[in-house]
C-alpha cells in the first residue's frame, strides 16, 4: 500500500493569513451617545464589526443597553427577530482605551464638547490618540459637521487619511451621507469612503469643505424662520410642524427635529456658523436660547419645543 502523502492545508489559500481581508470588515467610533449609538446600530446591522471607545465601563453599559433598547423597539413593529438582534449586539464591543482601535479600517469620532474652544481641541486629541494605534491605511473621520476637517487633521503625520462623514441621523430612515474632503484628503481615501457608503445601503452627497455642510446650513436657517412665524403668532407650533411635513413633505416638522437633535446641539451649531460666516440668520432665536438656558433640550430632557414621556414619544399638549 502506497504511503499517504499530507500536504498542508495552507497550500490551498485557506489559511488565515491567505485569506483576503474585507475592507471596513472593523469599524471603530470613539464616543458613543445618541449618535455614535445609532452610527454603531447602522454599521452592525450590515453585518460589521464595530468597536467603540468610552470613557468608563458604566457609560458603555449604558450605550449597549440603549442600543438593544432600540433594538427591542424595531422587533415589536416586526422590524427583526430576536435571532438578529442578537447577532447584531455580538458584533458590537465597548471599551475603555484606544489601544482598541488597533486593527480597524475606519475610526470615527462623534463627542461632544459645550465650547467651540473645546470642541476643536477635544476633537484634534482625540485624533492623536487614534493615530498612535491604528494602521497607516486606517481612515479617520469626524461627524461634525460645523468643525472643518482640515483644521482637526492638521497636526497628524498621515493628514491624507482624514475625511469629514455627517451621517444624517435624527431624521427617520434617512439614507444620506455627506462626505467632505479636507485640504490634506486624498482622492484614494474618498474612493474608499464612497465604498463604505454604498455598503451601509446609503447614498453619499459629496461637499466642499465648509461648515454645516448642507443639512445643517438650511435646517437652522428653516428652524430660525419657524421660530419667527410662531414669535409673530401667524400660526401655532404644531400647525407649523404640520405644513411642513404634510405640505412640503418632510419626515419631520423644524420644531420637531430640533428636540430630536437637541436643542442644546443646535445652538451650538448656530453659535459655530455665525463665528465663521458673520451673518445675523445663523443667531439663535430668542426662544432657542431660552429653552437651552432652562435645560429644556428635547427629547432628551423629556422637554423642548414639545413635551414628551420617559420612551421619548411626543405628548399631547
Known amino acids: 500500500m502506497a504511503d499517504v502523502i499530507i500536504e498542508p492545508i ?3 489559500g485557506l489559511s488565515v493569513k491567505d485569506r483576503h481581508k474585507q475592507l471596513f470588515s472593523k469599524v471603530g467610533i470613539v464616543g458613543c451617545g445618541t449618535v455614535g449609538q445609532s452610527i454603531a446600530l447602522m454599521i452592525s446591522q450590515k453585518e460589521l464589526e464595530v468597536v467603540f471607545i468610552e470613557l468608563s465601563e458604566d457609560k458603555i453599559e449604558y450605550a449597549v443597553q440603549q442600543i438593544e433598547k432600540e433594538l427591542d423597539s424595531m422587533i415589536e413593529h416586526w422590524g427583526m427577530t430576536p435571532g438578529e438582534k442578537r447577532a447584531i449586539i455580538s458584533r458590537i ?9 488597533k486593527g480597524c479600517d475606519l475610526v ?9 474652544e473645546r470642541r476643536i481641541s477635544s476633537r484634534k486629541e482625540v485624533f492623536k490618540n487614534v493615530e498612535k494605534y491604528v494602521s497607516q491605511e486606517c481612515i479617520i473621520a469626524t461627524n461634525s459637521t460645523t468643525i472643518v476637517i482640515t483644521e482637526l487633521s492638521s497636526e497628524l503625520e498621515h493628514k491624507e487619511r482624514c475625511v469629514s462623514l455627517h451621517f444624517s441621523t435624527s431624521a427617520p430612515n434617512s439614507k444620506l451621507i455627506e462626505v467632505v474632503k479636507g485640504l490634506y484628503t486624498s482622492d484614494e481615501v474618498i ?17 466642499e469643505e465648509s461648515p454645516g455642510l448642507v443639512s445643517v446650513r438650511i435646517f437652522v436657517a428653516q428652524l430660525n424662520e419657524a421660530c419667527e412665524v410662531l414669535m409673530e403668532q401667524v400660526a401655532k407650533m404644531e400647525d407649523i410642524d404640520k405644513t411642513m411635513r404634510i405640505g412640503l413633505g418632510q419626515a419631520l416638522g423644524p420644531f420637531e427635529l430640533a428636540d430630536k ?30 429653552l437651552v438656558r432652562a435645560h429644556q433640550l428635547g427629547r432628551i430632557t423629556g422637554k423642548g419645543f414639545y413635551r414628551y414621556d420617559e420612551n421619548g414619544k411626543k405628548l399631547l399638549n
Not at 474612493?191 to 461637499?207: D, H, P, Y
Open 10 to 12: 495552507e497550500q490551498y
Open 93 to 101: 464591543h465597548g471599551h475603555v482605551g484606544y489601544e482598541n482601535l
Open 108 to 116: 470615527i469620532e462623534t463627542i461632544r464638547s459645550k465650547t467651540r
Open 191 to 207: 474612493e474608499k469612503v464612497g465604498t463604505f457608503i454604498k455598503m451601509l445601503g446609503k447614498e453619499a452627497i459629496f461637499c
Open 261 to 290: 437633535v437637541g436643542l442644546d446641539k443646535v445652538n451650538r451649531w448656530m453659535e459655530n456658523l455665525y463665528n465663521e460666516f458673520g451673518d445675523k440668520k445663523y443667531i439663535a432665536s430668542p426662544l432657542i436660547k431660552r
